[in-house]
């Protein structure tokens, strides 16, 4: 098995396994553990504060221990954290470990991105990327609608026991990888005029994503009346689709910038994952 659908595999059952629970938090703490709106938005106030340090503080830990020993060690403590959840299933700790599970799995994310592009390099790793995100979409395209069935008939805290017994599934796999390891600099956040630009974009972006999670789930469910698995069939036909174009977008990409710039390197990482 190349390495590329190796990593794609692995990253569709660790997003399967995180979209079982993610959009279902929010709500969850609000309808189930009762927290109020202003709290929940506390919540995801400091989620995006972790997610910042942990992608910071996710890239020396990389270099340090290497990509897929940084992967293997997160993914079983991002799963032990969900399952400390589960046999706790009290609001505050629930809170705090869903928020340390979020660390971690930012580790993760940091380790497999960077493992790509130490496999692959100049114009195939915008195909690298793009396979890696069809796997991953794949996932999300499925988990919320099995997360919202659960949610609807087996309660919230079914959705913490499965996701996290679903998370240490690819380990085996995530055994399989080559190991990487960074030079560990030292943290540099210049970043050229270019770059600057896509992450303001990518930025306005997910201001915008972030309204289809707890918004979007509470408008329907309490305005509408929908349930929970009726909303989680609308984010599965968001992620079919994502996923039916996914890879398509990926060579369109990748055969337009090597015309244009000869090998397609310049902005290759941005454009793949805008996707």
């Known amino acids: 098995m190349k390495e590329i659908n190796r990593i794609a595999i692995i990253g569709g059952v660790r997003s399967f396994s995180g979209s079982i629970i993610w959009p279902f938090i929010g709500f969850a703490l609000y309808r189930v553990y009762g927290f109020s709106l202003d709290t929940v938005s506390i919540f995801y106030l ?12 996710g890239g020396i830990v990389v270099d340090y221990l290497g990509r897929r020993n940084a992967m293997m060690l997160s993914t079983v403590l991002s799963s032990l954290a969900l399952f400390t959840a589960y046999l706790v299933n009290l609001p505050i700790p629930i809170a705090g470990l869903i928020l340390l599970q979020t660390f971690f799995n930012n580790i993760y994310n940091v380790s497999s991105t960077a493992i ?4 692959y390099k100049r114009a195939d790793l915008v195909k690298a990327f793009s396979r890696q995100r069809v796997g991953i979409n794949a996932g999300w395209a499925l988990g919320p609608l099995i997360g919202g069935y659960m949610f609807t008939f087996y309660g919230f805290r079914m959705l913490l026991l499965v996701s996290s017994l679903i998370a240490i599934i690819p380990i085996p796999l995530v055994r399989l990888l080559p190991e990487f390891k960074g030079a560990g600099s030292i943290l ?26 707890f918004g979007l789930l509470t408008y329907y469910n309490a305005e509408l009346h929908f349930t929970e698995f009726q909303v989680s069939i609308l ?16 060579r369109l990409i990748t055969d337009f910038l090597t015309a244009l710039k000869g090998d397609g390197s310049p902005h290759r990482f941005g454009t793949t994952s805008l996707i």
Do not use: P, R, Y
Request: glycine residues 10%.
């Open 116 to 119: 790509v592009g130490d496999i």
């Open 46 to 57: 400091i989620q995006a504060l972790i997610n910042v340090i942990a992608s910071i503080g």
């Open 188 to 213: 540099n956040f210049n970043v050229n005029k270019e770059f600057a630009l896509f992450l303001i974009s990518t930025f306005l972006i997910f201001v915008l994503v972030g309204q289809l999670g």
């Open 235 to 250: 984010f599965a036909i968001n992620g079919i689709m994502i996923v039916a174009f996914q890879d398509l977008v990926g």
